[in-house]
């Protein structure tokens, strides 16, 4: 769902179409919290939930450091929220995963692998939804599978800059400077690099699908909730129930309480865990689930 249908949601559920009580950044902002606790319940509940991979490469010394003659430190962006898999790479090739006995978390950011040499590393992780925000083009894209965003979208808006933090954002064209066609539907960032262009600091960022058509300066974006449109209903009322708490309106705060405890309800019974025994972390912490073979399980050489 388009970020503004979702705000136009919660305005009718709260009964504030004309924003008389809350601005749009306060309900982003409530939307952006909720997204990111469901999405932390599915991944505790699922142990094998996966959506991004990560490539660390022995040459990126900003994250990677030796520590010893056999240990090898490598620093996580906080958008990870859970370790599933360690594999080694050679080049784009996984050569084979990393057993437990050979990785283990020094803190909550970063784990140590035993290695005498340091390795090119992919990870499979679970990752936090993007903050949502209004999006504006910043300046032309070079091709259709380019989008220039400013990492300060203005307007108070909550925003990220540390590197990977947009990837699997969907982004789609809703509102284009001149005579381009915009039809398309949602584009998934695949990679993303800082630059500064023109003095203004900007996610350069690489999609798949390509847009219809070249995004140029001033073309409007809208993003989209990355949160399954199953899950929409539970979300909104999350929301909604902050809001009333905000106002202090206690009384619409019991009456949506029973609807909420049933969508809780729902929400659970959905989450129904794998069973194929992918290794996880528990709080990333020194307890671990593992299956007898990580080595054999077709979902994680699907991520190849």
């Keep these: 769902m388009r970020l503004s249908e979702l705000i136009t949601a919660v305005r009718h559920r709260v009964n504030d179409t004309g924003s008389k009580y809350h601005t749009d950044k306060d309900i982003v902002f409530w939307i952006n919290r909720h997204a990111r606790a469901i999405t932390r319940k599915r991944v505790e509940a699922d142990t094998s939930y996966a959506n991004q991979k990560l490539d660390i490469l022995a040459s990126n010394t900003r994250m990677v450091e030796q520590i010893d003659n056999e240990t090898y430190r490598y620093y996580l962006p ?179 309480r029973p609807q909420l405890e049933k969508l809780e309800r729902q929400f659970a019974v959905g989450l129904q865990p794998r069973t194929d025994g992918m290794l996880t972390t528990i709080n990333q912490g020194e307890e671990y689930l593992v299956d007898d073979d990580p080595n054999v399980d077709p979902y994680w050489y699907g991520w190849r």
């Design 78 to 256: 906080s958008w990870i929220y859970r370790v599933r898999r360690i594999a080694q790479l050679s080049g784009n090739d996984i050569l084979r995963d990393l057993q437990r006995t050979e990785w283990g978390f020094s803190s909550n950011r970063s784990i140590d692998i035993r290695t005498k040499s340091a390795l090119d590393i992919r990870i499979l992780a679970a990752k936090v939804p993007t903050l949502l925000r209004p999006v504006v083009v910043a300046s032309n894209s070079a091709s259709t599978s380019e989008l220039r965003v400013a990492v300060d979208g203005g307007a108070g808006y909550t925003f990220e800059t540390e590197e990977g933090c947009m990837l699997g954002a969907q982004f789609e064209v809703t509102t284009v400077v001149s005579g381009r066609d915009p039809r398309g539907g949602p584009s998934v960032v695949t990679s993303q690099q800082l630059q500064v262009i023109g003095s203004i600091p900007t996610w350069v960022m690489t999609v798949k699908p390509a847009f219809p058509a070249l995004p140029v300066a001033a073309d409007t974006m809208e993003m989209h909730c990355e949160i399954e449109d199953i899950h929409l209903t539970y979300l909104i009322e999350l929301v909604a129930h902050d809001l009333f708490q905000r106002v202090q309106n206690v009384s619409a705060m019991q009456l949506c």
